[in-house]
């Protein structure tokens, strides 16, 4: 059983950047961040393999950054240059198994309780 605790959203001017945390119990071998705002589907923005590999949404390429300190078991997503698009509830989903393609939803078996990030024009 892996348990994910997701922190660091809030309000940003557009430009702006945010941190997101989240805090994993137990062993994953793939992690990601998905997001979903309102009236929309969820989607995959970031994800990160236990090998090192990542996976990135066109939409944050060169925008935002995946990274994990595995020695804190914690997962990062340094978000920068936002843009008002990236509003949304952001997820942390983690799986203990290994796949390939880091950004499918129904792939990962944990997820968080997700935290809001609100970005103002």
């Known amino acids: 059983q892996v348990q994910l605790q997701e922190s660091g959203g809030g309000s940003v001017q557009a430009g702006g950047s945010l941190k997101l945390s989240c805090a994993a119990s137990?062993?994953?071998?793939?992690m990601a961040w998905f997001r979903q705002a309102p009236g929309k589907a969820r989607e995959g923005v970031a994800g990160?393999?236990?090998?090192?590999?990542?996976s990135y949404a066109d939409s944050v390429k060169g925008r935002f950054t995946i990274s994990q300190d595995n020695a804190a078991n914690t997962l990062y997503l340094q978000m920068n240059s936002l843009k008002p698009e990236d509003t949304a509830m952001y997820y942390c989903?983690?799986?203990?198994?290994?796949?390939?393609?880091?950004?499918?939803?129904?792939?990962?078996?944990?997820w968080g309780q997700g935290t809001q990030v609100t970005v103002s024009s």
């Open positions: 990160i393999r236990s090998d090192g590999a990542r």
């Open positions: 137990g062993d994953t071998r793939c």
């Open positions: 989903a983690a799986d203990n198994r290994f796949w390939y393609n880091l950004l499918t939803e129904y792939q990962y078996h944990y």
